[in-house]
């Protein structure tokens, strides 16, 4: 699973996030099969719902995941939340979660619900090195973590009460839309200022696509850059479209070794 996002939110002491906009001009990602994206344009101001839209196998990922600082760039430049890549990669990195990537952020099929939202909430207690956290009580962590599960819960529009069992209900008996709801959860937790999800719209039928996109443009209208991958963009979202530019089409092989090191980092 992606760690939290550590020491470079921007949160109020309501919880309130400030996003970070994001720009690129001829961004481009090339491994040794080739380019796995090419002169890609962004700009887009905090808080917005950025979709990457293409067809599967055309560097979608590969785009995710530079944009977030897991994957450095070839050519281009870039600057998220005002840090340049690929210079400033790992401050990107500490600014952003992912959600519903696969090899990435994948869920575990055996652990329920609270499972994942507790471990999640302890990395995030480990990796914030704060004074302010330092000092508090086991108590106090306890409520904040507490606090931080509600928040991030409902801005996925997860409730636990509608599932089979509660928050014991195992990620496998989660139903494809529920599981999506959980994976964007987890990463609202750390109060990033971008969160990118991958897949958004895979497997899905037309309204709970409709209310996935909806529930993304509440998190990027409460302050949180998304930016999501998706075939077809919803109305209103900025929209980057990706190409298949790589002649040898091994882009899909591209995805997968980009995915094996975002998984190292």
């Excluded at 037309?206 to 302050?223: H, N, P, Y």
């Excluded at 930016?227 to 790589?246: D, H, K, L, R, Y």
């Amino acid at each position: 699973m992606d760690g939290p996002a550590s020491g470079a939110t921007s949160a109020d002491e309501h919880g309130a996030t400030a996003g970070a906009s994001v720009a690129a001009t001829e961004f481009g990602l090339k491994g040794p099969r080739g380019w796995a994206f090419r002169g890609i344009d962004v700009d887009a101001a905090a808080g917005s719902l950025v979709a990457i839209e293409g067809p599967s196998g055309s560097g979608r990922t590969c785009l995710l995941l530079a944009l977030t600082g897991r994957m450095k760039p070839s050519e281009g430049t870039a600057r998220v939340g005002g840090m340049r890549l690929p210079k400033q990669l790992t401050a990107v990195r500490r600014m952003s979660a992912l959600a519903h990537v696969p090899g990435v952020t994948e869920l575990d099929p055996a652990l329920t619900v609270a499972e994942h939202l507790r471990e999640q909430a302890l990395l995030q207690r480990r990796f914030d090195g704060t004074l302010r956290g330092l000092l508090r009580t086991p108590a106090e962590r306890r409520a904040e973590a507490s606090l931080r599960i509600d928040a991030a819960l409902a801005a996925a529009g997860l409730d636990t009460e509608t599932l089979p069992k509660g928050s014991r209900t195992s990620v496998r008996d989660l139903e494809r839309l529920e599981a999506l709801r959980l994976s964007l959860a987890l990463a609202l937790i750390s109060r990033p200022r971008l969160i990118g999800v991958d897949d958004t719209d895979l497997k899905l039928a037309d309204a709970e696509r409709a209310e996935i996109w909806a529930q993304l443009r509440t998190v990027a209208d409460a302050g949180t850059t998304v930016v999501a991958v998706c075939s077809e963009a919803p109305e209103g979202a900025v929209v980057v479209s990706t190409a298949p530019v790589n002649t040898t089409n091994d882009t899909a092989k591209e995805t997968a070794d980009a995915l094996a090191e975002a998984r190292r980092a």
